[in-house]
């Protein structure tokens, strides 16, 4: 796999100049990713030299324009998508496919409705420890603020919970790596922050390094200690990435209340407006 990196990245707030080093316990590399779909009139490149590193603990949100590849380079990272050019190391080692490493939470929570709460994240935790018994799910059901649902049922449950019951799921696994595809987007506004906080709260806790895809600018500031913005399709790339160093842990009302915030929200959206205007 070519690991070259992709010298179109403008990195805000770098130094610039020369080939950059992979930085100090990189966990994942991935290096000038493409994805290109045949169709009747010809080839689609949606993503092209898609190039990035994370560090161990790392949480790196990525943000663009619907259609832009965001989820299709997330897709490839879970191994639910080969890639046409470029490639994925984890840890040293190759993706080739979908693998326990690797946690999933998506837009919505997916879970079996034939199954309690309890055996949906017992499902998860049997693929890494064979001897689970349906009780070892319950510290990640009370983790994720559902002590005492165990026996209920994903038709019991609202949107909010059930999501809270996916990312239970996925933390099951004891991953390396957390791939979150617009977790909260289909959830109210309130709704949406508190499964935030408890997000940040679960991360402070064990580290996890995270990839997210996310629409939302203020999520990824509120979340991410990088901000990936890609280009608009066709042919998607890395843009941009910004750098937030709001310290941890962090508090809505704080970051707030600060001016860095709204200077760097509107880098982002000046990005993403931009993007817009060479699309149209």
């Known amino acids: 796999m070519n690991e070259a990196a992709n010298q179109s990245i403008n990195v805000v707030g770098g130094s610039g100049g020369g080939a ?3 930085p100090p316990r990189t966990l994942v590399e991935i290096a000038q990713l493409g994805k290109t779909y045949p169709t009747p009139v010809g080839p689609s490149e949606v993503v092209r030299d898609f190039t990035l590193h994370v560090r161990q603990g790392e949480f790196v949100c990525i943000v663009g324009h619907s259609g832009c590849g965001k989820s299709t380079v997330l897709s490839i990272i879970m191994g639910l998508n080969p890639p046409t050019t470029g490639g994925v190391v984890i840890g040293g080692r190759e993706v080739s496919g979908p ?3 690797r946690g999933v939470v998506f837009q919505s929570a997916t879970l079996l409705p034939w199954l309690s709460v309890r055996d949906n994240v017992r499902l998860s935790l049997g693929q890494v420890r064979p001897g ?9 059901l009370d983790a994720v603020g559902l002590p005492g649902q ?12 059930q999501q809270r019951v996916g990312i239970a799921r996925a933390f099951a696994l004891e991953p390396r790596l957390l791939l979150l ?6 959830l109210d506004a309130l709704t949406r922050m508190d499964l935030q906080d408890q997000l940040m709260t679960l991360w402070e806790a064990e580290r996890k390094t995270v990839i997210m895809v996310t629409h939302d600018v203020d999520e990824a500031l509120f979340l991410a200690d990088r901000i990936v913005m890609m280009t608009s399709g066709p042919a998607a790339t890395v843009g941009e990435i910004l750098a937030v160093s709001f310290p941890r842990p962090r508090r809505r009302e704080e970051i707030l209340s600060t001016s860095e915030y709204f200077e760097l929200r ?8 931009e993007c817009a205007n060479v699309r149209a």
């Open 266 to 273: 509107d880098q982002v959206v000046g990005f993403l407006e």
């Open 20 to 22: 950059t080093p992979l």
């Open 181 to 186: 595809d617009e977790p909260f987007s289909l």
């Open 99 to 101: 693998g326990t490493d």
């Open 150 to 161: 165990g026996n209920r049922y994903p038709r019991e449950l609202s949107a909010g919970m």
């Open 132 to 140: 689970a018994v349906a009780a070892d799910a319950d510290p990640y």
